[in-house]
């Protein structure tokens, strides 16, 4: 009897596909982001004009102007660290536009395509506007500081670092959601306004919550603006306390500036949680 032996050929090995680990997919998207934004020295510049402007002319005008005698420097450290809450909001609704263009004429048709988590592309987008709302806060601040006011740099200036993050990312995740669900520039550059410029008016920005009428007063509590520029000024200037008191009425300053902390993030993880969701759902469908 005779046995036949079968040769078994080698298998092939079956090249393994190499992915970036997220981390460097989402560093690769914001430099991408950041890249397409800043082309030029001209984009570069356009962004810092907005709060030197307000540092420089603006603040110290409104000072001059409203302040009563003596306490010039006292309301224009009040209103120029509160600047902060329009350059915020209008960069990062500006910020979802560019988002707009890249879905109708740029890459991101390709993005999502790509064997990549979604998430990582809002992330991504965000970063980027966060580095350059970053940027223009700092450019605020110096601008102020060279035209006189006085701001306290101490152990409460992370309130203000971790407020505009947690704003901005509210802002942002706003941004993105009204980029996934509009599909044209005329219509997202309408809600600018509304959103971004109009609650600056009613958030303790130029006079305190206080001067407004009782209903005015209630609604304007219930805004992250509202509690986001009472933190930039506790972090950063002698004013938060009153700020804080203003809207929760208690005397425990830290206690309240973690309330109004805690409203901020959760405003910020609900608009970004919801953005992801939403723009998952639509590269998907």
């Known amino acids: 009897m005779t046995t036949s032996t079968i040769a078994t050929a080698p298998t092939a090995a079956v090249p393994r596909t190499q992915t970036r680990r997220p981390t460097n997919v989402v560093l690769v998207l914001t430099l991408r982001r950041l890249a397409l934004n800043i082309r030029s020295p001209r984009s570069v510049a356009i962004p810092l004009l907005a709060p030197l402007l307000f540092a420089m002319v603006v603040a110290p005008a409104l000072g001059n102007t409203l302040a009563t005698p003596g306490q010039h420097k006292t309301y224009m450290t009040f209103v120029a660290i509160a600047a902060a809450g329009l350059l915020i909001p209008v960069n990062c609704m500006f910020a979802g536009l560019s988002v707009l263009a890249d879905r109708q004429s740029g890459a991101m048709r390709e993005l999502l395509v790509a064997p990549i988590r979604r998430s990582s592309i809002v992330i991504g987008n965000l970063l980027a506007a966060l580095v350059i709302t970053a940027v223009q806060v700092t450019v605020l601040i110096l601008g102020a500081t060279a035209r006189g006011a006085q701001f306290e740099v101490g152990r409460h200036i992370a309130w203000l670092i971790i407020a505009a993050i947690a704003f901005a990312v509210f802002v942002y995740g706003l941004a993105e959601i009204f980029a996934t669900r509009i599909s044209n520039a005329e ?87 919801f953005a992801i969701r939403l723009f998952a759902k639509a590269g998907t469908s």
């Open 187 to 273: 219509e997202y550059t309408a809600l600018v306004p509304p959103i971004a410029i109009v609650p600056f008016f009613f958030a303790g920005t130029l006079y305190p919550i206080t001067s407004l009428p009782t209903w005015l007063a209630d609604v304007a509590k219930a805004l992250p603006l509202t509690h986001a520029v009472a933190l930039f000024r506790y972090g950063l200037t002698g004013q938060g306390a009153q700020a804080l008191h203003n809207i929760w009425g208690g005397t425990d300053v830290a206690s309240m500036a973690m309330l109004s902390l805690a409203v901020v993030v959760a405003y910020a993880g609900i608009a970004l949680g």
